[in-house]
């Protein structure tokens, strides 16, 4: 969950390492510190609670000077945020250092070993028993990389680590096990980067290799020296090409605006080439191995957490609808435990931003072993999810910062609208002019995304109106039920106020008894088969003096003579009405939880990527 940043070369660390940090804060932001080997040969440590400007402020007294360093911005897992349980971490002597992500779930007993062998402690944490670890393996006159090599086998659970030593100047050696985020080494021209996130690394540099499961590496120079479980490999840098503008705010205030902003062109990027109006076929890249594994699939199982799962939810339609295939949808974490009974037969198909979330991995393990094929949904290329999947649909958004979830949510609806169209006509269930009538609606759906976000003057208004309420109700119907989860999420997350969506016919069967006057209830009530059984509900709110905020397609004035506010989303297929109906319900959590004071872009307890269970 934490972001790590390390970097050698010519430059001054310190200044390099504090930019990536701030490119990756938003995966936790609990606790900041760096390492810099300074260039009269200590190593000087800088950490703190808080945010990363804590650290700033630190570093205005008392600047390190050298050219090589490390960074980490913490989301505490084991030792509550403070200064001492901040990284990095330090061995007895001082000079070897060592950031992670990830969780020792051995730590108790290496510690005793630790501990019972000399060594002192000083934090709470499960990760210092690393640098304590290979100071031991040190003593034994390996080098640093053989002593990561050799320790990483020893740590139970997922890892991401970076360490360096005053004793091997020039070096940093970095490691990964499992899937506790990711591990990527930037190359430059005369200095490389080590990233945990693509933020940190585009302004430098598009080279790159992504750290298998197994891998340590050794950084020297210009040089990157592989291994995989301790055996040479080759790791050839791939050239990313993505836009590292687009990791920055440009005017706006916030990233979770401008992310909100941009959903119009991330939609029309997820489309391009992709869905080939004139043809009436969609065109997907590298599927040759999802096309030869179709056949057998009988059925479609889709996953992911948060999010991603509600848009997996909504997913789920578009499988049924126009591939014709039964489709359910599970949350990750419950899936890789459930034992489910699927095989080569069930299509497995994840939704993650990140690619790297640890339960969704899982449930794509777990799916791999019982020889289901594989697609995912993903925005970041080379995470481990492209590398489980047989075949991935990129949403092709950039990177997302805000840590609330906007622009690929709408981008993961996209892609699997993509997919089950492309699967359909893989399949053979649908002739041209059925797929065209499916792939028709597309080719507004940017500009109608567009049309929706002029709205916002109207839902700020709103929101200026209800801030202070403390409980808020969802409620939709069918394919926009997922809707009205995802909108609840948002408010929660970025406003810390209780929400809750529920199934609109499941009111009756208990949240009613919580409607009175203090009560808002955001209705998603579009022009679709279900509307007038949402018109229902919204009476029985209204007859219990409940606050009606109602969605509402745009012409269907009816809805004005029953609900307190009306918000219009531009009429689409019911298919696609989902992609519009969730604009609204992000621009409201956004003036929300900023009417309320909250840090959107870093809500409390949160942390972008969740690699630890
Ligand atoms: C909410 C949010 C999270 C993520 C979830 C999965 O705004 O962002 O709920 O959707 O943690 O993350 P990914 O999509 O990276 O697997």
């Known amino acids: 969950m934490c972001g790590i940043i390390g970097y050698v070369g010519e430059q001054d660390a310190a200044p390099i390492l504090i930019d990536g940090l701030r490119r990756l804060e938003y995966r936790g932001y609990d606790s900041v510190g760096i390492a810099v080997l300074e260039d009269s040969g200590g190593i000087a440590v800088r950490k703190s609670e808080g945010r990363l400007v804590s650290l700033t402020s630190i570093l205005e007294e008392s600047w390190p000077h050298g050219r090589q360093g490390i960074g980490h911005t913490r989301w505490a897992t084991h030792g ?22 990830g969780i020792v779930e051995n730590h108790r007993d290496l510690r005793a070993r630790l501990e019972a062998a000399g060594h002192a402690f000083n934090s709470d944490t499960d990760t210092e028993v690393i640098p304590h670890l290979l100071e031991e393996h040190l003593k034994d006159g390996t080098d640093l990389h053989d002593a990561l090599a050799q ?32 591990v990527t080494i930037g190359y430059g021209e005369d200095e490389m980067f080590i990233a945990s996130d693509l933020p940190a690394l585009l302004p430098h540099t598009q080279r790159l290799v992504f750290l298998e499961d197994g891998d340590t590496v050794l950084i020297r120079g210009r040089e990157a020296t592989y291994r995989n479980h301790g055996v040479a490999v080759e790791r050839e840098p791939q050239e990313v090409g993505l836009d590292p503008v687009s990791a920055a705010k440009g005017n706006f205030k916030h990233f979770m605006q401008k992310e909100i902003a941009e959903q119009a062109e991330v939609v029309l990027d997820t489309l391009r080439g992709r869905a080939l109006f004139g043809e009436s076929r969609v065109d997907l890249d590298d599927m040759a191995r999802f096309c030869e594994l179709l056949p057998q699939v009988r059925r479609v199982l889709l996953t992911g957490m948060g999010t991603s ?36 037969e069930t299509l497995v198909v994840s939704v993650s931003q990140s690619g790297e979330t640890v339960d969704t991995l899982a449930a794509m393990n777990e799916a791999k072993e019982r020889g289901c094929p594989q697609v995912t949904i993903c925005n970041v290329p080379g995470s481990q999810s492209s590398r489980v999947a047989d075949a991935v649909v990129y949403t092709r958004c950039g990177p997302e910062i805000g840590v609330a979830s906007t622009k690929t949510y709408l981008a993961s609806i996209t892609a699997l609208y993509l997919l089950a169209c492309y699967s359909a006509q893989e399949l053979g269930v649908v002739d041209r002019e059925r797929l065209g009538g499916f792939l028709e609606p597309l080719a507004r759906l940017p500009k109608l995304v567009g049309e929706t976000l002029t709205h916002d003057s109207i839902i700020e208004g709103i929101a200026n109106e209800y801030y202070q309420h403390e409980n808020f109700l969802f409620l939709a119907r069918g394919i926009q039920y997922p809707v009205a989860m995802e909108g609840a999420l948002k408010l929660k997350e970025v406003s810390y106020i209780h929400a809750e969506g529920y199934p609109a ?13 203090d009560m808002p209830v955001i209705a998603i009530c579009l022009r679709d088969a279900l509307r007038d059984k949402m018109m229902s509900n919204i009476e029985q709110v209204k007859a219990r003096e409940g606050i009606v905020i109602a969605l509402a397609t745009e012409g269907d004035r009816e809805l004005e003579e029953k609900a307190d506010h009306v918000i219009y989303v531009p009429e689409t297929s019911p298919l696609l009405a989902p992609i519009l109906a969730s604009i609204p319900l992000q621009a409201f959590s956004y003036h929300v939880a900023l009417r309320r004071g909250c840090d959107v872009d870093q809500p409390r307890n949160l942390a972008k990527t969740v690699t630890v269970e």
């Open 80 to 101: 509550r945020p403070s200064d001492a349980n901040a990284h990095p971490h330090t061995d007895c002597t001082g000079t070897l250092v060592v950031i992670h992500n």
């Open 151 to 182: 320790a990483i086998e020893e740590l139970a659970g997922a890892h991401a680590i970076l360490t360096m030593s005053a004793s091997e100047p020039g070096v940093i050696v970095a490691g990964r096990k499992g899937n506790a985020g990711g």
């Open 309 to 344: 799962l509600h848009a997996a939810m909504i997913g789920r339609h578009y499988f049924e609808q126009i591939a014709g295939l039964p489709a359910e949808c599970d949350n990750a974490s419950e899936m890789r435990y459930r034992g489910a009974p699927i095989g080569p």
């Open 505 to 517: 016919g499941e009111m009756k069967h208990g949240p009613i008894a919580l409607i009175d006057r």
